[in-house]
């Protein structure tokens, strides 16, 4: 999933700049995860993907470029959900790394998805059928940090989907929820798998109801 394209624009003030955009997070609280243990409800899959306190960890290889992992306990429509992680720079120009916040889940082929790369491009993306369609893309992101932890906060509430990087509102488009009980959930990809390529760390994960 490459190209990019679309300048950030103005989110309202609920998602507004914080020093720690998780932080920020309102209303009922509907999931929590410090990974101190694995009774998260998630769906692991080793090696790719690990639960080792207090962390989790996404390692991908040369035959595995991308994973997700969704919470099977656990659901939400409109909420507002924040990851805090660590992604490798990338090893060479197409070694790319990106984690994302997958939402709207029915399964894994179906569901949206807001990313962040280490080359610092954030982009949302929509997973229908096992085909991916790009929705927006913007490069350069405002408040990415290329070294350290960054937080990744997505919004899905009023019929639009607003993105932020780190207390920097970042993206904002209008979508439809789909029906029924959706999951949410990490994904990691790297462009080109190398072996031993050191993993991608989620530290934490907050869905709220964000009203």
């Known amino acids: 999933m490459k190209g990019l394209f679309l300048a950030a624009v ?6 507004c700049a914080s020093a720690r955009a998780c932080e920020g997070q309102v209303g009922k609280t509907i999931y929590e995860d410090t990974f101190a243990d694995d009774s998260g409800g998630w769906d692991i899959s080793p090696p790719l993907t690990a639960i080792k306190p207090p962390s989790l960890l996404i390692t991908l290889n040369a035959n595995s470029t991308n994973v997700g992992s969704q919470v099977l306990t656990f659901h939400a429509n409109e909420a507002d959900y924040c990851l805090e992680g660590t992604i490798p720079k990338a090893l060479a ?33 929509n997973q229908a ?28 509430l009023g019929g639009k989907i607003a993105i932020s990087l780190n207390g920097q509102p970042v993206k904002m488009v209008r979508a439809q929820i789909p029906e029924g009980e959706l999951r ?4 990691g990809q790297v462009d080109k798998g190398t072996d031993g390529a050191p993993p991608i760390v989620v530290s934490s994960y907050k869905v709220t109801s964000g009203q």
């Open 10 to 15: 103005a989110l309202p003030a609920l998602m």
């Open 93 to 125: 120009p197409d070694t790319n790394f990106a984690l994302g916040v997958e939402f709207w889940a029915t399964d894994y082929r179906n569901f949206w998805l807001a990313m962040f790369g280490s080359d610092g491009t954030v982009s949302l993306w």
């Open 129 to 156: 059928n096992g085909v991916w369609t790009s929705i927006a893309k913007v490069l350069n992101a405002p408040g990415f940090k290329a070294d350290g932890s960054n937080a990744l906060r997505v919004t899905t």
């Open 184 to 187: 949410f959930g990490v994904y």
